[in-house]
């Protein structure tokens, strides 16, 4: 794997099918392969939310010491609620619902950050790439 520090905060990309895979190699597309571990997630309902709901159980592990990022695509659909579900109320774990490239693009960039500036730089890097580009009518 990259090069860690010690608490290097870990990644964990939880999507719809194909989404989490497909933007974790976008990024190592751009940027070479990322300086965070990283583990995707394609939330697939025909294998079932149980199949899904263990593995991101076991990406998360039983430590209280998991230093996680999870990015999820949409704040109450079934891939994030599965990821809330799994984390209870560890702090160890930070989570962020928009998942997008930009996202995902800026936390890579600032891999060198702990775990709340990452969550942090996430939800900023998704807000501020949503914009409608054309002016209104």
Known sequence: GPPQRAMSPRLLLVAHAPLASALATAAKTIL???????????????????GAAREIVAALGPSA????????????????????????????IEIVAGLSLAMLLRVYNYYD????????LAAEAGSRSTARLTPPA
């Open 32 to 50: 070479g392969p990322p300086m965070l571990s990283t583990v995707a997630i394609d939330f697939d309902h025909a294998r079932a939310e149980g």
């Open 65 to 92: 010491h998991a230093n996680t990022l999870v990015l999820v695509d949409v704040a109450g659909a079934s891939p994030c609620n599965s990821v809330l579900r799994a984390a209870g109320d560890r702090r160890d």
């Open 113 to 120: 950050s702990d775990l709340a500036t990452l969550a942090t």
